[in-house]
């Protein structure tokens, strides 16, 4: 009898188990299959349609998928403006600091597997680290942008120029080790601050673990066992397998209108793969990295992360540095690589006009991808739509 219970108690844990790690696979399906309402979500097109009429953005690519079904997805207005090519639904978008949350995934994954630590302090990889302003930053502190950090450019300029000394010039390691020497402004763990300088220090520290270029670990552990085949690092034809040409136009707000900031072909923003920004990719493919943590780390058969890691990097760490007051007037709080809501919703998004939201308890991932800088007032309306579309 006691060895039945055991049994019976082992394949509950087993189901349950499987009840909230389920490895679900996007595909296609209707709103009324995932128990979403069509008619709201078809108000969704109507709403952007108008936003584009109106000039106050070029074009965007929408989807929202829910209980792994992808049940809206759509391309509204322009890709380029100037030659009227209309957006697409595989239009490669610079994701600008939606990287934060792959590149968290990437340090995350050599964790696991004891190549680093969260709580190893940065010096142990990097020499310039070692002094009495870098030398308590941890891992864990470049990760919830609480490092102290307060250097304001992505990279200092001029870049660090080839020469005898470094050949390989300019670099990311090389630039990286800059930040080092200027060091925290503030007590690491104390405060937040939104540091790119932290998270291209973290890049740096996947090379070296790694001992692979970025882009090569990024490709070879998170996009080819995803299958995201449209995610590259660096927007230049012979790093994009020919497909330069299908990447939006950049563009920013000029005095009257909007004006071309980058055109595909013209040259990268760094001559180097960055950590703080960089990655290239489509809604889909963006989907599917979303999909594969409400997964609690799988997709398809392929496992990038531990469930418990994925609970971890979705946790709201920053939350300890507040007070209970201060806590209570926080909106969202700051995990690994993602911004992290009170009520469990974990999102990020990239200064180039792409967002990314994911709602565990309601198995629903939103996207909004342009490539028009602002647009803020439009995006909050569209999600509570698609909130107001879950009937069940």
């Given at each position: 009898?006691?060895?039945?219970?055991?049994?019976l108690?082992?394949?509950f844990?087993?189901?349950?188990s499987?009840l909230f790690?389920q490895?679900v696979?996007?595909s296609s399906?209707?709103?009324?299959?995932?128990?979403?309402s069509s008619?709201i979500?078809?108000?969704?097109?109507?709403?952007f349609e108008?936003?584009?009429g109106r000039?106050?953005?070029r074009?965007v690519?929408?989807l929202?998928a829910?209980?792994?079904k992808?049940?809206?997805h759509?391309a509204?207005?322009w890709k380029n403006?100037?030659k009227?090519?209309?957006?697409?639904?595989?239009t490669?978008?610079r994701?600008?600091?939606?990287?934060k949350?792959?590149?968290?995934?990437?340090?995350?994954i050599?964790?696991?597997g004891?190549k680093?630590?969260?709580?190893?302090?940065v010096?142990?990889y990097?020499?310039a680290f070692d002094n009495y302003?870098s030398?308590f930053i941890?891992?864990h502190h470049l990760l919830t942008?609480?490092?102290?950090f307060?250097i304001r450019p992505?990279?200092?300029?001029p870049?660090?120029p080839?020469?005898?000394e470094?050949?390989?010039a300019?670099?990311?390691?090389l630039?990286?080790?800059r930040?080092?020497?200027?060091?925290a402004?503030e007590?690491?763990?104390?405060?937040?601050?939104?540091?790119?300088?932290?998270?291209?220090?973290?890049?740096?520290?996947?090379e070296?673990?790694?001992?692979?270029?970025?882009?090569?670990?990024l490709?070879e552990?998170?996009y080819?066992?995803?299958?995201?085949?449209d995610?590259y690092?660096?927007?230049v034809i012979?790093?994009?397998?020919?497909?330069?040409?299908r990447m939006?136009?950049?563009?920013r707000?000029?005095?009257e209108?909007?004006?071309?900031?980058?055109?595909?072909g013209d040259?990268?923003?760094y001559p180097f793969?960055r950590?703080?920004?960089?990655m290239?990719?489509t809604?889909?493919?963006?989907?599917?990295f979303?999909q594969?943590f409400?997964n609690?780390g799988?997709?398809?058969?392929?496992?990038?992360?531990k469930?418990?890691?994925?609970?971890?990097?979705?946790?709201?760490?920053t939350a300890s540095?507040?007070t209970?007051?201060?806590?209570?007037?926080q909106?969202?709080?700051?995990?690994y690589g993602w911004s992290v809501s009170?009520n469990g919703?974990?999102?990020?998004?990239?200064?180039?006009g792409?967002?990314?939201?994911?709602d565990?308890?309601?198995?629903?991932?939103i996207?909004?991808?342009?490539?028009t800088?602002g647009?803020g007032?439009?995006r909050a309306?569209f999600?509570?739509?698609v909130?107001a579309?879950v009937?069940r």
């Amino acid at each position: 009898m006691k060895k039945r219970i055991l049994i019976l108690g082992v394949v509950f844990a087993l189901v349950i188990s499987t009840l909230f790690a389920q490895d679900v696979v996007l595909s296609s399906g209707t709103p009324e299959e995932a128990g979403m309402s069509s008619a709201i979500l078809k108000e969704g097109i109507r709403f952007f349609e108008e936003a584009v009429g109106r000039d106050e953005l070029r074009g965007v690519v929408l989807l929202v998928a829910r209980n792994g079904k992808i049940v809206f997805h759509e391309a509204i207005g322009w890709k380029n403006k100037e030659k009227e090519i209309r957006m697409e639904k595989d239009t490669m978008f610079r994701m600008a600091s939606n990287t934060k949350p792959v590149i968290a995934t990437a340090v995350s994954i050599l964790v696991e597997g004891k190549k680093l630590n969260y709580n190893e302090n940065v010096r142990k990889y990097i020499q310039a680290f070692d002094n009495y302003r870098s030398g308590f930053i941890k891992i864990h502190h470049l990760l919830t942008h609480t490092s102290g950090f307060r250097i304001r450019p992505i990279f200092y300029r001029p870049l660090i120029p080839k020469s005898a000394e470094h050949p390989d010039a300019p670099n990311l390691q090389l630039e990286v080790a800059r930040f080092g020497v200027t060091g925290a402004d503030e007590i690491p763990g104390t405060t937040y601050s939104y540091s790119n300088a932290g998270f291209n220090t973290l890049g740096a520290l996947i090379e070296i673990a790694s001992k692979q270029p970025l882009e090569v670990f990024l490709d070879e552990r998170i996009y080819k066992p995803l299958s995201m085949k449209d995610c590259y690092h660096h927007e230049v034809i012979e790093k994009l397998d020919g497909k330069l040409q299908r990447m939006s136009v950049v563009y920013r707000k000029g005095k009257e209108a909007w004006v071309p900031a980058w055109t595909p072909g013209d040259p990268p923003q760094y001559p180097f793969v960055r950590a703080s920004g960089g990655m290239i990719s489509t809604a889909r493919d963006y989907a599917v990295f979303c999909q594969m943590f409400l997964n609690g780390g799988i997709y398809n058969g392929n496992r990038i992360l531990k469930e418990e890691t994925v609970k971890l990097m979705t946790s709201p760490h920053t939350a300890s540095i507040y007070t209970p007051e201060e806590r209570e007037k926080q909106e969202r709080f700051y995990g690994y690589g993602w911004s992290v809501s009170k009520n469990g919703v974990f999102s990020h998004g990239g200064s180039d006009g792409t967002v990314a939201w994911v709602d565990p308890e309601k198995k629903l991932i939103i996207l909004i991808f342009t490539q028009t800088r602002g647009g803020g007032e439009l995006r909050a309306p569209f999600v509570e739509m698609v909130n107001a579309s879950v009937r069940r």
